[in-house]
């Protein structure tokens, strides 16, 4: 299948600063995304996957810098691309869905009016028309048709129907790539489904580009067509997500899917992943996941291994493999 590269990122790396202590998250960060893939994004809390998706989206807080490395989307370093541009794509050619609603919604305007907004920003219409794009959208995110919904508030509609709105904001502009960040955990579990749901038919019909993160493999094994795992502020290993998850091949990868609770399995014998994710200003030399690995060699702890590729799409960064 030949596919055209989307999002080629390169050796990203960045720091926080933090009372004038540099603290680096991202190291190295190397991968690509191809027009209409579905990645998954996994990993433990605090590997960087919000950070990573916040860069990408050009959306870093004040105190963090990029320090290292190139964004190249649509051809071109996003790095590099003045303030204004790089607005002129957020919503646009990407959008990012965020785990809090609130975070993407403006509580003293209308849902209507904020979609109106968001369309007449990049598109030259009139109000009229970009109300009735509004209704379009809001019909094809699964909200019923009536006039009324476009003048509530924000508070007004549940959680899930806030979330349905958010992601409404993100596809209103036909994006190329949408990034999730857990995009259902702030939501009632019997919403979860019903929004990824959604996702996952918007994904399909509007063949948009998507990278997703979430804690939950299945819905990675459910809807993503390949999968990056991050540990502790970089990539381990990357593969298609059905050989990943069959034959795993980082010692993290395969304790990550261990730890996972299978529908025919009693959680109490659950296995965790033992130890903790390093500090970011207490990383380990060598590999980074060497203290916690049940396998590691003395190499490990000594030296950082390179990621080795197997394909275009599979990878890991550990010493077993290279
Ligand atoms: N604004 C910030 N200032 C300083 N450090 C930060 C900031 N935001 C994130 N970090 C640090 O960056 C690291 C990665 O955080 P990030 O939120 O990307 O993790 P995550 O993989 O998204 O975790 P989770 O699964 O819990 O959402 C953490 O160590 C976090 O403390
Ligand atoms: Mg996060």
Known sequence: MSEEILLDIRRLSTAFEVEDVIIPILKDITFRIHSGESLGVVGESGSGKSVLAHAIMGLLPSNAQVYNGEIIYEGRDLLKLNPKKRRQLRGDRMAMIFQEPMTSLNP???????????????????????????????????????????????????????????????????????????????????????????????????????????????????????????????????????????????????????????????????????????????????????PRCEVAMDQCHREEPDMHSFSEYAGVKCWLYQ
């Open 108 to 290: 003293v305007y209308t849902v209507g009016s904020q979609v109106v907004e968001l369309i007449r920003a990049h598109r030259k219409i009139s109000k009229k028309e970009a109300l009735a794009w509004a209704v379009d959208i809001f019909e094809k995110v699964g909200i019923p048709q009536s006039n009324d919904f476009a003048n509530r508030y924000p508070h007004e509609l549940s959680g899930g129907m806030r979330q349905r709105v958010v992601i409404a904001l993100a596809i209103a502009l036909s994006p190329v790539l949408l990034l999730a960040d857990e995009p259902t955990t702030a939501l009632d579990v019997s919403i979860q489904a019903q929004i990824l749901e959604l996702i996952q038919s918007l994904q399909d019909n509007m063949k948009m580009a998507t990278m997703l993160i979430t804690h939950d493999l299945g819905v990675v094994a459910g809807m993503c067509r390949n999968v990056l795992v991050m540990y502790a502020g970089q990539v381990v290993e990357t593969g298609e997500t059905e050989e990943l998850f069959k034959f795993p091949k980082h010692p993290y990868t395969k304790a990550l899917l261990k730890s996972i609770p299978k529908l025919d399995q009693n959680t109490e014998f659950l296995e965790t992943i033992k130890g903790m994710v390093p500090h970011p200003q207490r990383m380990p030399e060598g590999c980074r996941f060497a």
